[in-house]
């Protein structure tokens, strides 16, 4: 029995933090500076429904458990970070250490309730779900990160007109079995910044950055190894099965007949990581004011995915085969694609989930600005961005449509953001005493000065482009096993649609009372999204297994916040 209308959840989230710190002046030219951290977190997540299953009716409707729901994950974490500098007659050294490790216990429950998909209202209603999985075994799971990194830099000004910086880091992460520990992580670091004339700076640099795994990323291969918990996956008529033996509801034990799918680290997995560069200029138009342009290219290398690497190469459907490849009732998305049959590369397992390093990412960006610095109660930043992002996975759990052809993957990613312009200000309202002193009409400045005297404006304008959305018909029409689901409509690429652009208005308005010389009220009004603007943040990407779309698809489903006001008052002294 459901009992939640809606696949909605709560987040509660407990932090306790210890930090400190400590500088010490060891001569005129060298400083050591000790950080440290403990650090403890609990996070819970619960959803409406507790029990499951989840149920998801293609484009139209989710309620029950959602797949992912409930779990608990308690971090704790020790961090040292030391660093030492060093500041000579033409160049400045630095270097440090920095030990970092996080200790997880989680019952992650991805699955436990089980999950029903079906494509149609009527399908639901016969009790035909087009999909059913559901994780089986147990939940807890417990392990250890470790990460160490050391850098040094220096800083040489080999000229008053020429800066040169240079550097290097190494980093290396112990993680649980079954990773790796990836050893190879060298990067160099490079900076460069002329100064050819009075007005005129020209910046360049390059390196490469070394990241860490999510935790969560890695609880799957530990936890749904086989051996501690599974799922298992059904499809058309055998998840009818499932359906009818559990009355709808979520099966207690696992099914005869259906092998078990688990997830497992790829062995050769090795650390993402990017390589930067950069490049801009800058002129000084006035005494306050600069114009820039910078250029940034960034590529992401050894990006974590999943993919299934248990499945047989497949095969074109058509209604000739169909039978052959356990497919009885076709759908148009189904006929003219590689489709995956029953069989299986280690017949023990159903899919076989590899967690592995083979996405990868690209980002070209361009961005002009503006700046004036403050100066006669007036400061002014704007700025322009033209760039374009592509990738393979937009995501780590992301998996590719068809796993023997990843480079039909190589699209806009789901971060890409085209155009991106942004103008914020800081001024005050010309009245009170300074305007008073410039002479007129005393007595209505000094009315005017009462009223709007001591006002600061802080307005925020935000215009964007929309993201990319991937299109999907919202069932597994290759039978890859991919879930979430990656089946696109036929003719269609990944990430072909697009939410609408984005606007937003910030505002700021304080008024301050000034009593003495050092202290002030402060009477403060915030507005956020100010127009009250619709800003669409998610589309409904179902496009359904028919040759014609569902009316809903492009429809939105997501908004960003609407306008909301906030006041404060605040005295300093």
């Given amino acids: 029995v459901l009992t939640d209308r809606s696949a909605r959840g709560s987040v509660y989230t407990k932090d306790y933090q210890w930090t400190g710190s400590a500088i010490s002046v060891l001569s005129p030219k060298v400083v050591n500076d000790l950080r440290f951290q403990v650090s403890n977190r609990r996070v819970l997540t619960r959803a409406g429904d507790s029990v499951g299953p989840g149920v998801e009716i293609v484009g139209l409707a989710r309620f029950g458990r959602p797949f992912d729901a409930d779990a608990t994950r308690r971090e704790t974490r020790g961090q040292i970070v030391e660093n030492i500098s060093s500041v000579e007659a033409h160049s400045e050294w630095k270097g440090g250490v920095t030990v970092n490790h996080v200790s997880l216990r989680s ?16 399908d639901f209603a016969a009790g035909r779900p087009a999909i059913w999985r559901q994780a089986f075994g147990t939940l807890a799971t417990q392990f250890e990160v470790t990460s160490f990194g050391v850098f040094l830099q220096n800083q040489w000004r080999a000229t008053p007109q020429l800066t040169f910086n240079l550097g290097g880091r190494y980093d290396v992460e112990r993680l649980p079995s079954p990773f790796q520990i990836d050893k190879n992580n060298f990067s160099p670091r490079l900076g460069m910044a002329w100064s050819p004339a009075k007005e005129w700076v020209v910046r360049v640099g390059f390196g490469l950055f070394y990241d860490r795994l999510p935790l969560a990323f890695l609880n799957r291969a530990i936890q749904k ?6 799922e298992q996956i059904a499809s058309d008529e055998d998840a009818a099965s499932v359906f009818a033996a559990t009355a709808g509801g979520r099966a207690l034990t696992p099914s005869a007949g259906i092998a078990p799918s688990i997830f497992r680290a790829d062995p050769g997995f090795v650390t993402p990581y990017s390589a930067q560069m950069n490049a801009g200029v800058e002129r000084l138009l006035s005494q306050d004011i600069t114009i820039r342009a910078d250029y940034l290219f960034t590529r992401g290398i050894h990006l974590p995915r999943i993919r299934n690497i248990n499945l047989l190469a497949p095969v074109v459907l058509t209604a000739a085969n169909a039978a052959t490849l356990g497919i009885l009732n076709i759908t148009p998305q189904q006929l003219g694609r590689p489709v995956f049959g029953p069989g299986r590369i280690d017949p ?42 592509t990738d393979d996975a937009s995501d780590f759990g992301e998996q590719p449509q068809n796993p023997f052809d990843s480079r039909a993957e190589r699209a806009l990613s789901r971060q890409e953001v085209r155009q991106r312009f942004v103008v914020s200000s800081l001024f005050d ?10 002479g007129g009409d005393k007595e209505g400045d000094d009315l005017l000065g009462t009223i709007l005297g001591h006002i600061e404006i802080a307005p925020i304008v935000t215009l964007s482009s929309g993201r990319p959305v991937n299109a999907l018909t919202g069932s597994d029409e290759e039978r890859s096993r991919a879930f979430p689901l990656t089946s696109r409509p036929l003719g269609l690429g990944r990430n072909t649609l697009h939410t609408p652009g984005f606007i937003n208005v910030d505002l700021r308005a304080l008024k301050y009372f000034p009593f003495g010389e050092r202290r002030r009220l402060d009477l403060v009004v915030e507005a956020f999204n100010l127009l009250n603007h619709p800003n669409v ?6 496009f359904g297994s028919g040759a014609a779309p569902l009316s809903t698809l492009r429809t939105p489903t997501s908004f960003a916040a609407p306008r909301q006001i906030r006041f404060s008052i605040d005295f300093e002294f």
Avoid: C, H, M, W
């Avoid at 019952?107 to 009527?122: P, Q, S």
């Avoid at 309202?429 to 410039?438: C, H, I, M, N, R």
């Avoid at 943040?537 to 179902?542: M, R």
């Fill in 107 to 122: 019952d992650a429950r991805d699955g436990f309730g089980g999950l029903f998909i079906f494509r149609t209202v009527d």
């Fill in 225 to 230: 190894n086989g051996r501690q918990s599974f």
């Fill in 348 to 389: 023990r397992f159903d899919s076989i989930y590899q967690i592995e390093d083979s996405a990868s990412s690209t980002y070209n960006g361009l961005t002009l600005a503006l700046n004036k610095r403050l100066s006669n109660e007036f400061e002014l930043l704007a700025s322009y961005t033209l760039s374009k992002t």
């Fill in 429 to 438: 309202l010309p009245f009170g005493e300074e305007e008073a002193s410039k």
């Fill in 537 to 542: 943040l998610a589309l409904n990407p179902f």
